[in-house]
C-alpha cells in the first residue's frame, strides 16, 4: 500500500490524536485508581493506536527506529511494560511516559533525526560523524 504524502500525513494526526484520547482516558482512570477491569479497552485501544503508530513511523521512515524518534519510542515502550512489573510505581510510570510521548512528539527536529548510526543530520543533506 502506497499512500501519497498528504495522505500519510492526514492519517498519522488522526492515528495520534486516538493514541492522546485513549492513552488520556487510560492515564486519568488509572490516576484516580478506577478498576483495572473497567479500563480494558481503553488498556487496548492505547496498544491498538500505538502500535499503529509504531507501524506508520516505519512506513514513513526506516531507519527511525536508531534515530533520537525511535530511541525515545523504545524507552517509552520500555516504561509501558515496566508498570506490568513494577505496579508500586504506576503513577511515577505514568507520568515518566506522558513526558516521554510529548518529548518524542515535539523535541526539534535536529534532535528526533540524530541518528546512532548515521550521527547528526546535516542542513547541506549529507551526515555528519556523531
Not at 492522546?20 to 482516558?25: N, P, Q, R
Amino acid at each position: 500500500m502506497s499512500l501519497s504524502p498528504a495522505a500519510m500525513r492526514w492519517l498519522t494526526i488522526a492515528v495520534r490524536t486516538a493514541h492522546i484520547a485513549t492513552t488520556g482516558v487510560l492515564f486519568g482512570g488509572l490516576l484516580l485508581a478506577v478498576e483495572f477491569i473497567r479500563l480494558g479497552c481503553w488498556h487496548w485501544w492505547t496498544i491498538v493506536t500505538g502500535s499503529l503508530l509504531l507501524a506508520l513511523e516505519w512506513l514513513h521512515d526506516r531507519r527511525w527506529l536508531h534515530r533520537g524518534k525511535g530511541l525515545l519510542v523504545v524507552f517509552h515502550l520500555g516504561l509501558c511494560i515496566l508498570i506490568h512489573f513494577l505496579p508500586a510505581l504506576m503513577v511515577p510510570l505514568l507520568w515518566l511516559i506522558l513526558m516521554s510521548g510529548c518529548i518524542g512528539s515535539h523535541m526539534p527536529r535536529r534532535y528526533r533525526h540524530w541518528s546512532m548510526i548515521e550521527g547528526w543530520e546535516s542542513t547541506t543533506g549529507t551526515k555528519s560523524a556523531a
